[in-house]
């Protein structure tokens, strides 16, 4: 399951362990049962969440493969709970078309010092993003020039605009803290990117644990859209 992200980016399930029973069977081993059908396992994954009872939840781990621009990852990377494994820059040349370019350009949020509100007008969003792609293109080609120079990949990535450059990453996290990264994330206060990749996971985490989704859903309040 691949799931299409921003301009280049992408988020694919690359493995799972677990389900909703396994949930269940879990918080059932305190007393040496397992599944009691399908309507009191419902009953108890609820009870388990409302109640805080949280590592039943750490059974099912999810292995992600992601696409994402450096702006993004560096905010996804805090969520410690969880394992990464990034590609290498010093291994692995960037490809001129590596870099994230938004499809408009919102204004600073007056109110929420790190939040964007609205969009730029057309015109200066026109200007904006031909003088984006000309930066983005004299930067791939100084990035060039360096390593025809003989130039190390670790260095010659200084001509390249950090926050825009893409890179694949894996991410094994398990139900829980995969929650709390997507309370955190699909939320109107984090960074729009961000929010877009939450989303692709959210969509993933809802096909894969139903069940958990719908009483994840209803209790953080989030849309299931
Ligand atoms: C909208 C938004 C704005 C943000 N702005 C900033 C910012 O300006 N600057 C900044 O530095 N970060 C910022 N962050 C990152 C934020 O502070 C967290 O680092 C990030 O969201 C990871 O959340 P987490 O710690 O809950 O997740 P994880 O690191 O995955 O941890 C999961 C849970 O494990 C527990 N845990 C993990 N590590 C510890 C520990 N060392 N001690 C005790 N308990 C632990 C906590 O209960 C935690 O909730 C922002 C995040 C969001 C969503």
Same mark, same amino acid.
């Given at each position: 399951?691949?799931?299409?992200?921003?301009?280049?980016? !992408?988020?694919?399930?690359?493995?799972?362990?677990?389900?909703?029973?396994?949930?269940?069977?879990?918080?059932?081993?305190?007393?040496?049962?397992?599944?009691?059908?399908?309507?009191?396992?419902?009953?108890?994954?609820?009870?388990?969440?409302?109640?805080?009872?949280?590592? @039943?939840?750490?059974?099912?781990?999810?292995?992600?493969?992601?696409?994402? /621009?450096?702006?993004?990852?560096?905010?996804?990377?805090?969520?410690?709970?969880?394992?990464?494994?990034?590609?290498?820059?010093?291994?692995?040349?960037?490809?001129?078309?590596?870099?994230?370019? /938004?499809?408009? !350009?919102?204004?600073?949020?007056?109110?929420?010092?790190?939040?964007?509100?609205?969009?730029?007008?057309?015109?200066?969003?026109?200007?904006?993003?031909?003088?984006?792609?000309? #930066?983005?293109?004299?930067?791939?080609?100084?990035?060039?020039?360096?390593?025809?120079?003989?130039?190390? %990949?670790?260095?010659?990535?200084?001509?390249? @605009?950090?926050?825009?450059?893409?890179?694949?990453? #894996?991410?094994?996290?398990?139900?829980?803290?995969?929650?709390?990264?997507?309370?955190?994330?699909?939320?109107?206060?984090?960074?729009?990117? #961000? %929010?877009?990749?939450?989303?692709?996971? !959210?969509?993933?985490?809802?096909?894969?644990? @139903?069940?958990?989704?719908? #009483?994840?859903?209803?209790?953080?309040?989030?849309? !299931?859209?």
């Amino acid at each position: 399951m691949k799931i299409s992200v921003l301009d280049k980016g !992408w988020v694919e399930l690359q493995d799972l362990l677990g389900d909703d029973l396994a949930i269940v069977n879990a918080a059932r081993v305190s007393y040496l049962g397992a599944s009691k059908g399908a309507a009191r396992d419902r009953k108890l994954l609820r009870y388990l969440y409302e109640h805080d009872h949280g590592t @039943p939840f750490e059974m099912v781990v999810f292995k992600f493969r992601v696409k994402a /621009p450096e702006v993004v990852f560096r905010q996804w990377v805090r969520h410690r709970i969880g394992s990464f494994n990034v590609q290498s820059r010093r291994y692995t040349e960037v490809e001129d078309d590596d870099l994230y370019t /938004p499809d408009g !350009w919102r204004l600073q949020d007056t109110e929420n010092k790190q939040g964007s509100k609205d969009t730029l007008d057309a015109e200066s969003s026109t200007l904006l993003a031909r003088e984006l792609a000309r #930066i983005y293109a004299e930067c791939a080609a100084q990035y060039r020039r360096a390593l025809a120079l003989g130039v190390a %990949r670790e260095q010659a990535r200084l001509f390249l @605009p950090g926050f825009a450059v893409y890179s694949t990453f #894996i991410w094994a996290v398990n139900a829980r803290s995969l929650m709390n990264f997507l309370r955190l994330r699909l939320d109107q206060r984090a960074q729009w990117e #961000i %929010r877009q990749y939450a989303q692709a996971v !959210w969509t993933i985490f809802r096909e894969k644990l @139903p069940w958990t989704a719908e #009483i994840f859903a209803e209790k953080e309040q989030i849309a !299931w859209d």
